[in-house]
């Protein structure tokens, strides 16, 4: 069988990888992306990683590729006409004018009906296109609109579609329980405005011509239409026998740390918190899925001011293991929050307790606040009997280690800590496929994080 490729464009990171039909990546690429300036507005670096992505898919040129999956990060709408975009699409992390976003909240929906918090920025999508439809409203009026995964799809394509686990994704666009358009997309006319709806799993056609010629792949590969990039690593969970079936949440970390529970009981959006980023998503079957989220990846960076590699990097780990005692014994703990607000704890602002001097210490010590955070946000959606911690923070042994002291009846497990998202897309390709390799049951730390937790929480006012 042919190889498949995966494109993944997360917040912080492009990534394309090459994989065998049996389930083996056989090549990696990666790009920092960079934020791109319209006047004093930031968007997606659409045009930079386009350019990118075509040498990227050039280094495959000659291999039997049969298929493309892209995956992207959910907070990303593109507005075009034809194959171009109209203008670059905003960065979700770009400020919504005040004026616009109080007009924008008086037209949502509810919580109930959506499963969307309020969220800032452009975090809701809904806010995106509300100002989108004030700034460029001739065009955006005859403007084909789709989520970032699938612009990508169309530009390898030709052919637009949408898909319901980005539209699902904290958008204000989505009803999960109906599994159609909410009323808000319908009143503002951007329900007929989207690509028409195609299964995460559907092939939407051949690779263009242009991009075949460009790249050197095969005219026969064939353009998946993808999904949100926290959907594909709920995918791959699913692949163990340990999870698939089973009450289970998957920790999905990165820039952000998102929990999503899987779960039999029916979904109530009435039992979640929609003031502490708790959520309903959607997975690639159109379920429901419990989900709370927290910008732990952003906040680690925030204070370590390197590469959050240094929290997880394999060598380290026995020393920061070993700085956990100290930690301890003199209360040093980071409060609550430092991306504002997102989280569990939107309205605190963080900062340190007993600020430690050394650096295993400052680095231990926000993995514990990691896992305080973590716990919370897991308790909030009501997760139970098993948690997968997969991405790139699943080797913080601190920080995973914690999560199973802070969890004692949970069975907390971690996987791959790199290749979980485009795994679960490639079993969209050939979904009998499973993860190599077990699952690895974590040890709690030996340490006691009862009393370090209580002081953490009086702090917070946690669950006030």
């Given at each position: 069988?042919?190889?498949?490729?995966?494109?993944?464009?997360?917040?912080?990171?492009?990534?394309?990888?090459?994989?065998?039909?049996?389930?083996?990546?056989?090549?990696?690429?990666?790009?920092?992306?960079?934020?791109?300036?319209?006047?004093?507005?930031?968007?997606?670096?659409?045009?930079?990683?386009?350019?990118?992505?075509?040498?990227?898919?050039?280094?495959?040129?000659?291999?039997?590729?049969?298929?493309?999956?892209?995956?992207?990060?959910?907070?990303?709408?593109?507005?075009?006409?034809?194959?171009?975009?109209?203008?670059?699409?905003?960065?979700?992390?770009?400020?919504?004018?005040?004026?616009?976003?109080?007009?924008?909240?008086?037209?949502?929906?509810?919580?109930?009906?959506?499963?969307?918090?309020?969220?800032?920025?452009?975090?809701?999508?809904?806010?995106?296109?509300?100002?989108m439809d004030r700034l460029y409203p001739r065009v955006m009026a005859g403007?084909?609109?789709?989520?970032?995964?699938?612009?990508?799809?169309?530009?390898?394509?030709?052919?637009?579609?949408?898909?319901?686990?980005?539209?699902?994704?904290?958008?204000?666009?989505?009803?999960?329980?109906?599994?159609?358009?909410?009323?808000?997309?319908?009143?503002?006319?951007?329900?007929?405005?989207?690509?028409?709806?195609?299964?995460?799993?559907?092939?939407?056609?051949?690779?263009?011509?242009?991009?075949?010629?460009?790249?050197?792949?095969?005219?026969?590969?064939?353009?998946?239409?993808?999904?949100?990039?926290?959907?594909?690593?709920?995918?791959?969970?699913?692949?163990?026998?340990?999870?698939?079936?089973?009450?289970?949440?998957?920790?999905?970390?990165?820039?952000?740390?998102?929990?999503?529970?899987?779960?039999?009981?029916?979904?109530?959006?009435?039992?979640?918190?929609?003031?502490?980023?708790?959520?309903?998503?959607v997975d690639a079957y159109g379920r429901p899925v419990p989900s709370a989220?927290?910008?732990?990846?952003?906040?680690?960076?925030?204070?370590?001011?390197?590469?959050?590699?240094?929290?997880?990097?394999?060598?380290?780990?026995?020393?920061?293991?070993?700085?956990?005692?100290?930690?301890?014994?003199?209360?040093?703990?980071?409060?609550?929050?430092?991306?504002?607000?997102?989280?569990?704890?939107?309205?605190?602002?963080?900062?340190?307790?007993?600020?430690?001097?050394?650096?295993?210490?400052?680095?231990?010590?926000?993995?514990?606040?990691?896992?305080?955070?973590?716990?919370?946000?897991?308790?909030?959606?009501?997760?139970?009997?098993?948690?997968?911690?997969?991405?790139?923070?699943?080797?913080?042994?601190?920080?995973?280690?914690?999560?199973?002291?802070?969890?004692?009846?949970?069975?907390?497990f971690t996987a791959n800590a790199h290749n979980d998202v485009s795994f679960?897309?490639?079993?969209?390709?050939?979904?009998?496929?499973?993860?190599?390799?077990?699952?690895?049951?974590?040890?709690?730390?030996?340490?006691?994080?009862?009393?370090?937790?209580?002081?953490?929480?009086?702090?917070?006012?946690?669950?006030?």
């Amino acid at each position: 069988m042919s190889a498949i490729i995966v494109i993944d464009l997360g917040k912080t990171l492009s990534k394309v990888s090459l994989w065998s039909s049996s389930g083996e990546m056989l090549d990696r690429q990666v790009r920092p992306n960079e934020r791109a300036e319209t006047g004093d507005i930031s968007r997606l670096d659409a045009l930079g990683i386009e350019t990118w992505l075509v040498e990227a898919l050039g280094r495959y040129a000659g291999e039997d590729v049969g298929a493309i999956v892209p995956v992207g990060h959910g907070a990303g709408v593109v507005a075009v006409s034809g194959l171009t975009p109209i203008f670059l699409p905003l960065d979700y992390e770009q400020p919504v004018p005040p004026n616009i976003l109080a007009a924008y909240r008086e037209e949502r929906d509810s919580f109930v009906v959506t499963g969307s918090p309020a969220l800032p920025g452009g975090l809701n999508l809904g806010a995106q296109l509300y100002w989108m439809d004030r700034l460029y409203p001739r065009v955006m009026a005859g403007a084909t609109l789709l989520p970032w995964a699938q612009y990508w799809a169309l530009f390898l394509s030709g052919r637009a579609a949408s898909e319901v686990t980005s539209l699902g994704c904290h958008s204000d666009l989505w009803n999960p329980l109906r599994g159609r358009f909410a009323p808000l997309a319908d009143r503002m006319g951007w329900s007929r405005r989207f690509a028409p709806l195609s299964r995460a799993g559907d092939i939407l056609g051949p690779i263009r011509p242009e991009i075949a010629a460009r790249t050197g792949l095969p005219a026969t590969t064939q353009i998946y239409t993808g999904l949100h990039d926290s959907n594909a690593a709920l995918l791959a969970a699913r692949g163990f026998a340990e999870i698939e079936g089973h009450e289970a949440t998957i920790l999905s970390t990165g820039t952000w740390f998102v929990a999503m529970r899987l779960t039999a009981e029916a979904v109530d959006p009435t039992r979640l918190r929609e003031g502490r980023d708790c959520l309903v998503n959607v997975d690639a079957y159109g379920r429901p899925v419990p989900s709370a989220r927290f910008m732990g990846g952003r906040e680690i960076e925030t204070v370590i001011e390197i590469d959050t590699r240094r929290v997880d990097i394999r060598p380290d780990q026995p020393k920061l293991l070993a700085a956990v005692p100290a930690v301890i014994e003199k209360g040093a703990m980071m409060r609550p929050t430092l991306a504002p607000d997102s989280g569990p704890f939107p309205d605190i602002k963080g900062g340190w307790l007993a600020e430690p001097a050394d650096w295993y210490e400052r680095r231990a010590a926000m993995c514990l606040y990691a896992a305080l955070v973590a716990d919370t946000s897991l308790s909030l959606i009501g997760s139970r009997d098993r948690l997968l911690v997969e991405g790139r923070f699943a080797e913080a042994e601190v920080f995973v280690r914690a999560l199973a002291a802070l969890r004692p009846e949970t069975q907390v497990f971690t996987a791959n800590a790199h290749n979980d998202v485009s795994f679960g897309a490639l079993r969209l390709v050939d979904p009998s496929l499973r993860p190599r390799g077990q699952l690895v049951r974590v040890e709690p730390l030996g340490e006691d994080l009862s009393r370090y937790r209580q002081r953490w929480t009086a702090e917070t006012g946690a669950f006030a």
